[in-house]
């Protein structure tokens, strides 16, 4: 790559090297962005980081009561029964094995991560998206995208916008390349048709880590949300929390070649990491923690298919758990992404939380007042994110333990609309549990890990 | 699903027509909007200045990308034709205010101003008003129906950014369509949103974001003076500056919308420390009757005012917040600087670290250049069209309740506009 730098990027770098010194994060955003140096310098086209295939698949919601006869889906492959678009990650697998993931999609899309971009280390992270078409509908040839939701100063060549940019038409591969800036919580979506394909699960959580992580001074793990520098969003373990929904009947309308008044819109099952309660709190698939660097690196077969968790094989296209495991005094930071089309009122019943961040900003005014507040309940809009910090209590073993050998407190949607499986009483949907353990919960190895 | 291409053909035609009236090729206009066109700039915030205005309640006619029409009923400018959203009345901190409103309507009508202080209606303080047995029924003094006046004043003591409606069975009223803004520019100037230092902008970046919602069945039953049903109540149409897209981002006055004016294009250059220092003000209002959360690609918006107070603490501590969601609430007002920075320089000297895709392995939207590089102008496929002028970027803003980006079933119809980035000053836009 040609190295240019023009006299007002030199500007840039000088004033840059200085301001980074003080700590880039607590700067007014205006000046933040100006003073970033923006040269990356590396061999030609390297590998991407991760390698993303968009297609269509089936996924498991408890069928018992149906919607009409939108649900279950009657097309559907058992132990299936719901109709999705979706992503899988098929980093690291063969051509052929790539290709038979067609109509394997999962839900939520898979959760990845990067490090904050670092101008004293520059690196690109890089993301390449496939299309490999969809197996339930070979009439439709639709492109896919990858669009940052939140991403600050992208070029429409890399915002996933078909219409201002590019799409990936089927059999086709685009790398996107990002410089990620600024940390905190995001999401990713195709953003082709983008009420379809969104709603249809193309949908998922991203996050960034801070430059200010391993820092072990003003905490002593070294994680933090954001360069707050002064350890405020410092923490032991972390969740995400991605919400969207199903509305059967959509679901159905493009599994049975129909399409749906998108104006009549309203939301069946409200999940969770992609699954309802209490489906939340079984297990995440099985996972390699060494070769997750940049996603959740789940096991495969020999065919590339996703490995099951274990005791659930109708999960095995929703790996993601939401079960919040942790240990007394520890500080525990829940990721709440909101993609459904509803506000969904996440509330933690027996534990506060403070709010650190939302939208991937540190909750800071512009000349570094504190906004951070503490609540239990976590408000959030369609397209919004929080970041929310509890500390774990100490464990009781009283009567709400019952013997289990923890704690538990519930995490769900107060809308109470959405904590339901659309059958007569009992919780469901948007709905989780925080286990607090006397002992025996290991350090995370990836985000979402039980640790046991 | 894209089954044939049809439906993006039509979006394109629907585009070419709505990007035809640019510039200030304005053609014939009629009454109101030939007065407010004269002075008013093809993009962003198309003021009415007063302080003193008079306003009508009317019926009209808008209509909808989806090929309908609806009845509605909006305030116009006093003797002017029918417009929607109601005028967007500009005046300056310590104006006496006064609206001499007429209600043309068959029913008692009325305007309320929520957020200013000391109303007066015909001169003494305006007041709810209650029927005999002591129930509300109106939230100020009405103007009777079929001719009755009505004359509002106050003095605008607050800066900010304002919503001004039918205070008269406003769950009828305000969503058949009599809501409007109402700006007051504080006296640091017309380039600050308030009193503070760090609410300046740049003037002429200064964008309306004026979201509303329709149940055309009550739309339909008011036209026919036919009872509704509250209960049954269910939007099938969403909109900005009162069009819905890609009507929203046609110009200002634009001729083929005679009684929509209000476009909602934002067209900004990117961040300059000297030619471009200051960012833009996008003025978010919500007039419909549930909470919308509006989604800007490419930026985070720095929410510095609501409800016509600057978000700041007692001791004017700055507490204004990044937000890549604007989730306003009914009836809210948000100020939201926007700014978009060039942050990588990328440029055919400073290439994108990848390599482009050939022109036969890719999908191009019809904003799209041709290049990923800001005012460049590159190669598109056989017998695809874009729109796009001069190299500039078009970056995306939209509901992110996504179904609402749909017209009764037409997708890519709803509250969606578009930021347009220009190449930075001198460059070769028209």
Known sequence: MKKHISRRDFLKLAGGAAVIAAGVGV??????????????????????????????????????????????????????NTYIFGFRNVTGLTTVQKNNQKNHAQHNAPLFWANQYDPAHPKDFRVQLTNLGLGQRPDLVDSHTLHWHGFRNVIPFFDGEPTGSISVPIGRDFTYVYRPRDPGTYMYHCHVEDVEHVHMGM???????????????????????????????????????????????????????????????????????????????APNSPINAAT???????????????????????????????????????????????????EAAMTLAGIKMRIVGRDATLMRGRDGTDTSYVTNTVLASAGESFDAIFTAPAYTGGSGSSGHGYDTYMVYNRRLTQVSNLSAGGFGGQATEVRVYPSGVAAQQYPNDWGM | MQPSGFKSLRLGIVLLLALSVGGLSLGAQTGAQRVAAATAPAIGLACTYGPTFTVDAKTGIITISDGNTVFMWSYSVGGQPFQYPGPVLCV???????????NTLSEDSSIIFPGQTNVLANGAPAQPQFDGTGKATSLTN???????????????????????????????????????AL?????????????????????????????????????????????????????????LNGRTFPDTIADNFATRLPSQPYGSLARIHPYDATAHPYPGLARYINAGSEEYSHHPHGHNGVVIGRDGQPVAGPAGQDMSFEKYAINIGPGQTWDVLMQWYDAENYSMANPIPVTVPDISNM?????????????VKGTLPPGTSSLNQCGEYYIISHNHALFQLDAWGMTMAGQITYLRIDPPLPNNCP
Request: include cysteine; proline fraction near 10%; charged fraction near 15%.
């Open chain 2, 92 to 102: 300056n901190q310590g104006d006496t205010v006064t609206v001499i409103f007429h």
């Open chain 2, 183 to 239: 700006i007051v520019r504080p006296t640091s100037g017309a380039n600050f949103a308030y009193n503070r230092a760090d609410s300046r902008f740049t003037p002429e970046e200064e964008f309306l974001v004026f979201l509303t919602e329709i149940d055309p069945y009550q739309h339909s039953a008011a036209e026919q003076n036919l009872p509704f049903d509250l209960t049954t109540y269910h939007v099938h149409y969403w909109l």
């Open chain 1, 292 to 342: 997750s660097i940049n996603a959740h690196s789940v096991q495969r077969d020999a065919n590339g298919e996703l490995v099951a968790p274990v005791g659930y094989p109708q999960l095995q296209y929703q790996p993601l758990s939401s079960l919040i495991t942790c240990k007394p005094g520890e500080r525990v930071l829940l990721r709440f992404i909101n993609l459904g089309f509803r």
């Open chain 1, 203 to 281: 949908t998922g959580p991203v996050f960034i880590r801070p430059l200010q992580n391993g820092n072990t001074a003003l905490y002593p793990s070294g994680k933090y949300v954001y360069n707050d520098g002064d350890g405020s969003t410092g923490h032991d373990r972390e969740f995400v929390m991605f919400m969207s929904e199903v509305w059967a009947e959509a679901h159905w309308c493009d599994s049975h070649i129909q399409l749906p008044d998108w104006s009549d819109y309203h939301a069946d099952f409200s999940l969770l990491n992609g699954r309802v309660y209490p489906d939340t709190i």
């Open chain 2, 363 to 375: 999908t191009t939207g019809m904003f799209y250049s041709g290049s990923p590089y800001l005012g």
């Open chain 1, 27 to 80: 700067l007014p955003p205006f000046v933040r962005k100006a003073l970033a140096p923006d040269e990356v310098v590396e061999a030609q086209t390297p590998a991407p980081d991760l390698y993303w295939a968009g297609t269509d698949g089936w996924i498991y919601l408890p069928p018992d009561p149906p919607v009409g006869f939108y649900f279950p889906d009657d097309y559907a492959p058992a132990p299936f």
């Open chain 2, 142 to 180: 009405v103007a009777p129906a079929n001719g009755g006046s009505m004359t509002y004043s106050f003095v605008a003591s607050n800066p900010g950014t304002y919503l001004y409606q039918s205070g008269t069975n406003p769950e009828k009223q305000a969503r058949m369509g009599l809501s409007g």
